[in-house]
């Protein structure tokens, strides 16, 4: 019985993915699986010692270094240690100890790794590479909603425009929407989200490309206004026509629902019928 459960627990962290899942089952003893398996169940370095599978080895220390924040279990690694490096400095909110990953690729996204967890965006400042260091702040700028982050963003104008693009949408702030610059149809997107949101056609008519139509034939039926239909194309003028008085008969036939000013004094007449707007 007792083999069976620590099968399945084997099983589970594999799929899991906290065990090494690359290597084939014949190269790996029953004894080195048996001891990774109790190292960390009890986080006992010493057992990692009995392993003799590399991968297995390097594994079970990474795991156990992570789990206790003890980075010199780093050190202890037959093979590339960086990335145990890398977990164990997010997990301590200690960005000191990117500073000691030579691989430049590597210390970058420690940096990232550390600067994203805790939402520090001076710690991009630290990254190398253009891209990755965009890809930073604007993880940090859509997760705090500060657009004054976004604008750290240089390189990558489709990083720095969905920076933007998120914040505008989440703090449902348009003044946003016009710092996107390199993206003239999701600044358009942008708008058209907003407009929907708080039924605006000012923000409609911000639109250049060839939703600004459909915006305003939506947020014009929303709101009862048929003298915005006016200035749509005829066939989309009478569609946002019809709507509207198709609403406010639907209105009328619920007494508990006030009457917006529209269907009152323009779409009703006194006997309950529509009347014709042309």
Known sequence: MRKEILALIAIFLVLSGCAPNNI????????DRSSWIQSQRSTDKLLCDKIQNNNFHDNC???IA?????????DKMFGIKEFCISNVARKLNSPVFCEDIVDDYRKDNCFRGVAVDYKDAYLCSKIASEKTRDGC???IGIAERDATICESVEEDADA????FYSVAIYTQEPIHCSS??????????????LAR?????????????????DCTKQVAVWNYDLDSCEGLPEDLRDRCVDEILSNCVNKRKNTLEALPYYCQENVMTPGGSPTSYT
């Not at 084939?24 to 004894?31: I, L, R």
Request: glycine share 4%; hydrophobic share 30%.
């Open 197 to 213: 949101i708080f039924s605006d056609l000012t923000l409609c008519k911000k639109i250049l490309g060839e939703d600004k139509n």
């Open 66 to 74: 992570v789990n206790t924040k003890d980075i010199s279990l780093c």
């Open 160 to 163: 720095r425009d969905n920076c």
């Open 137 to 139: 702040y604007k993880e």
């Open 24 to 31: 084939a089952e014949d190269e790996v003893s029953k004894e």
């Open 180 to 193: 996107i610059e390199g993206d003239d149809e999701l600044k358009d997107t942008c708008y058209f989200v």
């Open 61 to 63: 220390l990474e795991n």
